[in-house]
């Protein structure tokens, strides 16, 4: 009987031991950010390799063209049974995240990363890069946080936390007094004996009153440690570790997180039983933010943390109707995303809406950011035009002291002959002195003298007034006298109508005539027309008005909505056209041709007039 059972047991066990023999199965997976960047910029490699019923490998991967300058290799999460030289995966994992720098432009194919389960190997997939190496390109709108490894919780007093023997967070802020803009760093740890599951968070911290940016990469596993609190050793997992920036002073409060925790042995997945599963919740934290201190220079935008400003211009000389590219880098610590552009007025140039462009970065734990703003300027007027210094007044929180941090000034020298004033504005012409008034202004009635109805003498003839037609008369006259206003009106219309469609016709004309094989003369003609030709349909100025405005103003002497879009669509992509690269085939300065003798063409059936 005995033997009987420990047959039993023995066959038990080695079914278990050999369970993982027939369920290794594993996969890898690439992933790389950005996939555009420019020669000397870094980009992150994450390789995320895991198994079931083996332990998998560290991966490996083969980099050509880059230049490693940080690697971090860990095993987040292993869950095994047995003892000793006998343990048994379940399932393990292995992560390795680089960070290169591009050394050389061109497209680059990254992968596949291998591992071994074994003898087997595990392959990734394959991801392309394109490197430029044109230094004037934009750098990528965004980049993943910086792969520093995640420090251990500290030790030592168990505060942000209420213990508990099984499953317990814990919330660790690095400081709970700081100036607004001063970064806080917060992390929430998850304290477990044993799970047989991944835990899952019901409920997020509320950050009311803070800027957040996440200092880990949430699509990946974090990273393990053990420590020991109240005699009993514990698994610790970052749940999440974010800086935290006050906007505003007074008392904040990071919230409570909400998780629940599958706990148990993992004999219970063998054996089918449900794991129990804790609700855990963490304790707020109260933080004392302080306002700025006086002492900031008067009139300038405050910036807290570091910063250095960078200004340039493509070129220092230009032609009045040129385009010149006006370039703005901004690069420090703090919340450097949210400086907006500075708004600049030079009298003699006209400034297109900024472009901006936008890269984060951690130096350690200190969060900051590269801003880069491009302006695109029209000059209008020759002469010598000082654009700048930018000025920023930057405060130290650790040392409490205000700066000034300025950008060189620029100059730009615009040479040429100023554009055309509007011809929209005419100034009425002067009478001939002595001249009388036109016989169109005149009031017959006033030249008539007095109606008598009674005749102060007898008279042959019966009087006028006294006649039957008399009355018929009377009322006629204002009536003959209103047709003769309308019809003075109508031929006045037609012949300014057909004035203007003389001009129209003449400045389609002129368009047809501009020369192909010279893009910055093409350029130049072509707005100027269009203007000229609005103008002498609207009789009106429209040369001081942006094209938001002018699409506006459109829209209020009565334009439908989609005409007046097209005109100011047009303005626009002709003066971006100014300086691309395929703005100077002749084929592209036909189609712009042909668009502006569309829209002058359309005019012919537009009437003016303002709305109420």
Known sequence: MRWAWKKRWLAFLASVWAM???????????????????????????????????????PEIELEGFTVLRRQLSQPFQFSFGFGH????????????????????????????????????????????????????????????????????PTGALDGAVYDN??????????????????ITVTYYLYVRSMTNQPEITEQPSTDGFWIHDLLDRNQPPDSFVQQVGGLNFRVYPLRRFAAFPLRPGKLTFGSMTMQIPVGDPFDVLFGRAPAVLERR??????????????????????????????????????????????????????????????ILVPGL??????????????GERVGGERHFRWLIIPEQPGSYAIGPFRWAVFDPEKAEYHLVESPPLVLKVTGQALPASQGESTPEKEPEGAGP???????????????????????????AKRSFYPLALAGAPLLFGIALVGRSIAWRRKASLGSERSLKALRHALSKIRTDDPREAYRQIPLILRTALETKLKEGIGSLTHGELEQFLQECGM????????????????????????GESAEIKRYIGQAEALIKALDSFSPHKKP
């Open 20 to 58: 993982p023999l027939y369920a290794q199965e594993g996969l890898c997976r690439l992933s790389v950010h950005p996939h555009t960047v420019r020669v000397g910029d870094q980009l992150q490699i994450d390789v995320f390799c895991q198994a079931e019923g083996a332990q998998i490998s560290p």
């Open 86 to 153: 006998q343990q048994r995966f379940i399932q393990s994992s292995s992560r390795l995240t680089l960070v290169v720098r591009a050394n050389q432009a061109g497209e680059f194919k990254i992968g596949p990363a291998v591992a071994y389960l074994g003898s087997q190997r595990i392959l990734s997939d394959e991801v392309m890069v394109r490197v430029l190496g044109n230094p004037t390109a934009p750098p990528p709108s965004s980049f993943p946080p910086s792969s520093t490894p995640t420090p251990a919780p």
């Open 166 to 183: 099984q499953a317990f967070l814990r919330v660790v802020v690095d400081r709970k007094e700081a100036f607004v803009g001063q970064q």
């Open 282 to 343: 963490s304790v707020p934290i109260e933080v004392n933010v302080r306002p700025l201190p006086p002492g900031a220079p008067q009139g300038l935008p405050v910036h807290v943390g570091t910063l250095e400003a960078q200004a340039q211009l493509d070129r220092q000389e230009a032609s009045v109707g040129d385009a010149v590219v006006l370039e703005l880098r901004l690069k420090g610590l703090g919340q450097v995303e949210g400086i907006p552009p500075p708004s």
């Open 350 to 363: 006209r400034l297109l809406k900024p472009e901006g462009f936008f890269r984060s970065t951690v130096q």
């Open 438 to 464: 036109s016989s169109e202004n005149e009031n017959p009635a006033q030249q008539l003298g007095p109606i008598r109805t009674r005749s102060a003498f007898a008279r042959r003839a019966t009087p006028i």
């Open 560 to 583: 439908d909505s989609k005409m007046a879009r097209q005109w100011r669509e047009t303005f626009e992509s002709i003066e971006m056209a100014r300086f691309a690269k395929a703005g």
